[in-house]
């Protein structure tokens, strides 16, 4: 592995350049530590790429678009995204639902605007959402410390655990009286990517599907990788060095440091950690669970989606997955490796909400679609049929599409196993107990060497905080440090 010289001691050493690996880094470099990172790729980001496919124009995000928990993220918030000139623009409806007879829910930013549009089910869907609001703050930091964090109040962990028993177990199908706010809400869910309806899956609706009345589901302007930029920049004012296109092979090619944050899942630790890893350690990764995958196409389109009903074309992210059974059905079959059926698929429009992101007749369209985990059929075909089903003319749009089954995307970045992006499945016991079941899940059996990835609390998402959790780990265990550094834009010293 080539290694530039690095003046002056390593303090700590980051591999993977993710969000979770950059935010340790920012970490880390806060504390006042000198950090390298190494990357596998020719540029940093992992699921925050952007780069230009088809059009030198037109820019597509490669991994994620959309990111609902940038703006609630405890890291996020202090690190001041919108102080380093990453804008995060949230459209007026954070997500739509068209369903197969032409009727379509909508989740207005204005909880008012959706009680109102969901009829009959109106009162029902504030009860639950307006609680949700009113605790957002609380919500947020229980889930986003991976339920590590002691509640605030007890109102908020019976709050999530009356509505994840209500939304999702089989009494999910019983919550309200009409289709459009069931699906509204199981489309929610499938973000879980598993079986539904499930205890995990319904927390993962009551997290996001209230967000969506609050900050929303923004993408950033001028796509994804403007907050790795903003990420990197900092790293690097503090001292912090890059190596991109290094692959890590084995922990012993790394410079010595007193710490190794991994922004790695349990297969690729398994990998490079090798017969170091004690036995039963390494059984434990092994037995680590992984969820089925999303195949991804990029299109450029001549012009936005031709959604027939004109409050969705306000929405940058709709999903394809039509009534909530059909929706329940779907993904648990996709769960148990079933390959047909009209898949649920989720799509991305970001001009919607950054018309920058478009040019006079090109625009990009993100999708995936919910696959068996390994499965190495191009999407191309059955993405742009599923979008057609609910948006008649979108096929004539089509100027070009890139297809990454999900068996590319394990290629694409080996911690997407199998195309599972999310890096692990949520089931219950992996929701909270991920990589293993560990008091503190960071630190592993090798002295000095951390997991930060979102096979860790508090999991998959654009977040930061398995990275920032994991140097705060690190910084208390490895330089007895408890104060956490200050995130915020600061200039450096000297």
């Not at 880390?28 to 952007?50: C, Q, S």
């Not at 009959?120 to 703050?137: I, K, T």
């Not at 655990?161 to 289709?179: I, K, N, S, V, Y």
């Not at 979102?454 to 920032?468: D, E, N, Q, R, Y």
Request: charged letters at 20%; one cysteine or more.
């Amino acid at each position: 592995m080539h290694r530039s010289h690095h003046p002056g001691a390593t303090d700590a050493v980051v591999v993977g350049t993710g969000p979770n690996g950059l935010a340790a880094a920012v970490t880390l470099a806060r504390a006042g530590l000198r950090v390298e990172l190494f990357e596998a790729r020719d540029t940093i980001g992992g699921g925050l790429r952007t780069e230009a496919l088809f059009d030198s124009d037109v820019h597509h995000d490669l991994c994620a678009a959309v990111h609902p928990l940038a703006p609630v993220s405890p890291f996020f918030r202090a690190f001041d995204l919108a102080a380093r000139g990453v804008e995060l623009l949230s459209p007026p409806v954070s997500y739509g639902h068209p369903l197969p007879d032409g009727r379509v829910g909508l989740a207005h930013r204005d909880l008012d605007a959706t009680c109102a549009s969901l009829g009959r089910d109106g009162p029902h869907w504030r009860r639950l959402m307006r609680p949700l609001l009113d605790h957002s703050d609380a919500v947020v930091r229980l889930i986003m410390h991976g339920g590590r964090a002691l509640p605030r109040d007890l109102a908020t962990p019976l709050l999530l655990a009356r509505g994840a028993l209500a939304h999702g177990t089989p009494l999910a199908t019983h919550q309200f009286a009409e289709e459009p706010a069931r699906a509204l809400l199981a489309g929610v869910a499938a973000h879980a990517v598993g079986p539904l309806p499930s205890l995990p899956g319904a927390a993962v609706a009551l997290l996001l599907g209230h967000l969506a009345h609050g900050p929303g589901w923004p993408v950033p302007r001028g796509g994804s990788a403007a907050i790795a930029q903003a990420l990197a920049a900092e790293i690097t004012a503090r001292g912090g060095r890059s190596h991109t296109g290094c692959r890590v092979d084995d922990l012993r090619e790394l410079p010595p440091a007193r710490v190794v944050l991994l922004d790695l899942g349990p297969k690729e630790f398994l990998r490079i950690g090798g017969a170091r890893l004690p036995p039963r350690y390494a059984r434990a990764l092994g037995r680590y669970r992984y969820a089925p995958a999303a195949a991804k196409v990029d299109f450029l389109v001549s012009e936005p989606i031709p959604w027939p009903d004109q409050e969705l074309r306000s929405a940058a992210t709709v999903h394809l997955g039509g009534t909530q059974r059909e929706v329940h059905r779907q993904e648990s079959a996709t769960a148990r490796g079933d390959v047909g059926g009209a898949p649920f698929v989720l799509v991305v429009d970001p001009a919607v909400a950054d018309p920058g992101r478009a040019r006079p007749g090109r625009r990009p369209v993100w999708a995936y679609a919910h696959v068996p985990n390994g499965d190495g059929t191009d999407p191309v075909e059955r993405v742009t049929a599923r979008i057609e089903e609910f948006a008649p003319g979108f096929r004539d749009t089509v100027l070009a599409a890139r297809g990454i089954s999900a068996r590319a995307y394990e290629a694409y970045n080996p911690n997407y196993v199998g195309g599972d992006i999310g890096a692990g499945a949520m089931t219950l016991r992996q929701s909270l107990l991920r990589p293993t079941p560990r008091l503190d899940p960071y630190p592993t059996p090798l002295p000095g060497v951390y997991l930060c990835s979102a096979a860790t609390p508090p999991g998959p998402g654009v977040h930061g905080m398995s990275g920032h959790l994991a140097a705060l780990s690190a910084l208390r265990r490895e330089f007895g440090l408890r104060t956490v550094p200050e995130l915020g834009p600061v200039p450096p010293l000297g």
